[in-house]
């Protein structure tokens, strides 16, 4: 039993060390799960989250007027094609209450090409999740649990957090 215990602190250790170095990344100590998450797309469609099921998914919560999000946006358009997240949905969702006029051009200025535009259906995700500021960015995993969010900006290309969100993939 005595053996157990160790085991255990030792893995948990080694999970904190791992992800304490990543700027914002604050795992679940339970996993979450939430029911009905629909938001809408760029053609105003409405989509479920439950039609993802089996993804890893990266809900990442902007808008056009917030500075940390226009730095933080290239390097998650990269994320979505990485070679090694094949498994990765990505679904920027614009809860700035800006229109897909403004959208289109906040990517176009940044030259996002791998990412589309989705929209909070109106702002029930930002009360369903309990956002305190944004960016922020909920992890899914491939069972529909939250394990970890994002709050703030980080680097998504940073090679630390890739190969910690592979372990996910």
Known sequence: MRFLIILFFLIS?????????????????ELKKYEEITFLDDNNNQLSLEDYKGNLIVLNFWATWCAPCKEEMPSLDLLQVHRDLNNLKIFPINVGQDNLEKSLIFFKNL???????????????AKKFGLRGIPTT?????????FARIM???????????EWLKEYN
């Open 111 to 125: 030259k996002i090409k791998n990412l589309n535009i989705y929209f909070d259906n109106p702002i029930t995700l």
């Open 13 to 29: 250790s080694f999970a904190v060390a791992e992800t304490k170095d990543m700027k914002n990344l604050i795992l679940n100590k």
């Open 138 to 146: 909920i992890l899914i995993n491939k069972d529909g649990f939250e």
């Open 152 to 162: 703030g900006s980080i680097n998504f290309a940073d090679k630390r957090f890739i």
